[in-house]
């Protein structure tokens, strides 16, 4: 009896403090998976910023401090490019605004019917000038997303008129006039929007922006032709991946989970076609109809919804040509605007290896400036203390601020000075 009694005190000791171990082992291990995943020792700090020393740059860093400041994320989950971008798909913004606004039709040489809703600034800009905002929103995105909802009317009182293009086939309520839907860089509805814009408003000046694939459009578009760029006073292009056959290959990776979002967002270009598939496969054989559905409704990731029906609405005969001609860097380098490219390093859905093409341009070209945010994820820029966000994000500060600045520049340069001159030009008029 004794001896059963001395068993049990020697081993009951070493129990209590196994299970303490496993305890203090499981808790160090979720706490590491919490600060890698939210990526908390991560530091904030001003964008990197890649600029040629003119003196429009100079004035437009030191006229918008969002530039050269620090981008404070929301401290618990803002450094995390995936909450960051989750966020801004889910909820699109934080108590978004609901401007009022009139819905434009636009018929098209082909038969399509372009639309966009144009909302009138809420007092006058701050240089006494007429100035528009002509907006491009990311893919399968339109007037009525949180995120463009939360722009349009910041834009808004800060004295601007905002012109928002509907992507063709993007409004669930609208229907498709001709087979054709919006592609990856397709200009033809935005052209049609800003040629309105210029006729209705002959006095109006342009601020063209462009969001992840519409950053793709607005700078292909201005880039085309150098007519489109009259009365534009400057561009500002926020998350895009420049070039579509580069891209396509990270696309397929699983670092930073890039393979799973191309799934997602697949699966949303099949909602959007399916939605209007009536008016897409008009006209062409019950076989060839049945083929295409059966493609689509296999597909997994864009590319192979890109190169089953994509690319024929504009008959590309190959995906990589679709994607060559629908790449703004093929036409980039002849905007001879002021330039803002804005990219995010933890943004998963663009790879490292595409930032190459805007912080290359910025180096050669004087009226570029490419801005690399530490976080930011994709479209998100969300900013806040601790872990509620503001309504406003950094993304909506940096655009006004820059097309503000921008702006103040126009109005008070000296004679010989404009954006679209160079100080070498200036120079020689002075001699």
């Not at 966009?116 to 995105?141: A, K, Q, S, Y």
């Not at 997602?264 to 019950?286: C, E, P, Q, T, Y």
Request: charge should be neutral; aromatic fraction near 10%.
């Amino acid at each position: 009896m004794n001896t059963h009694e001395s068993d049990v005190h020697t081993i009951s000791p070493e129990l209590p403090a196994m299970f303490d171990g496993m305890k203090l082992a499981a808790v160090a291990t979720v706490l590491y998976v919490i600060v890698r995943c939210l990526n908390l020792k991560s530091p904030t700090a001003p964008p990197d910023l890649t600029y040629q020393d003119t003196a429009l740059n100079r004035f437009l860093l030191k006229s918008c401090p969002q530039l050269t400041k620090e981008y404070i994320p929301p401290l618990l989950w803002g450094k995390s490019g995936h909450l960051q971008t989750a966020l801004y798909g889910k909820l699109g913004r934080v108590s978004s605004p609901h401007p009022s606004g009139v819905r434009k039709y636009l018929p098209m040489q082909d038969g399509a019917t372009s639309t966009f809703d144009l909302f009138e600034p809420m007092g006058d800009h701050r240089t006494g000038d007429d100035i528009t905002m002509v907006i491009c929103p990311g893919i399968g995105n339109h007037s009525e997303k949180h995120y463009i909802r939360t722009f349009v009317d910041y834009a808004q009182k800060d004295g601007y008129r905002c012109a928002v293009l509907n992507h063709l086939g993007a409004l669930p309520n609208i229907e498709l006039t001709s087979p054709r839907m919006f592609t990856y860089g397709c200009t033809w509805e935005f052209a049609s929007m800003v040629g309105y814009i210029k006729r209705a408003y002959p006095q109006t000046q342009l601020i063209v922006v462009g969001f992840s694939l519409g950053g793709n459009i607005v700078c292909k578009f201005l880039g085309e032709n150098r007519t489109n760029q009259e009365r534009v006073l400057c561009c500002v292009s926020v998350c895009q991946g420049y070039s579509a056959l580069r891209a396509q290959e990270t696309f397929l990776q699983w670092d930073q989970f890039r393979r799973f979002y191309n799934f997602l967002m697949a699966d949303n270009m099949k909602k959007i076609i399916l939605s209007h598939r009536h008016s897409l496969f008009r006209g062409s054989s019950v076989k060839v109809v049945d083929a295409d559905l059966s493609r689509l409704y296999t597909a997994t990731s864009l590319m192979q919804i890109d190169d089953n029906i994509m690319r024929k609405f504009h008959g590309h005969s190959s995906l990589k040509e679709y994607y060559e001609k629908e790449s703004c860097v093929h036409y980039i380098h002849n905007v001879k605007v002021p330039l803002l490219l804005v990219n995010s390093a933890d943004d998963p859905l663009v790879h490292d290896s595409l930032l190459t093409i805007p912080r290359t341009l910025a180096a050669k070209m004087p009226n570029v400036i490419f801005s690399l945010t530490l976080h930011g994820g994709h479209l998100g820029f969300f900013e806040g203390a601790v872990l509620f966000p503001q309504p406003l994000t950094w993304m909506d500060k940096v655009i006004v601020g820059y097309a503000n600045a921008l702006c103040q520049w126009e109005k008070q340069k000296p004679p010989c000075q404009s954006a679209h001159l160079s100080e070498s030009s200036c120079v020689e008029e002075k001699a």
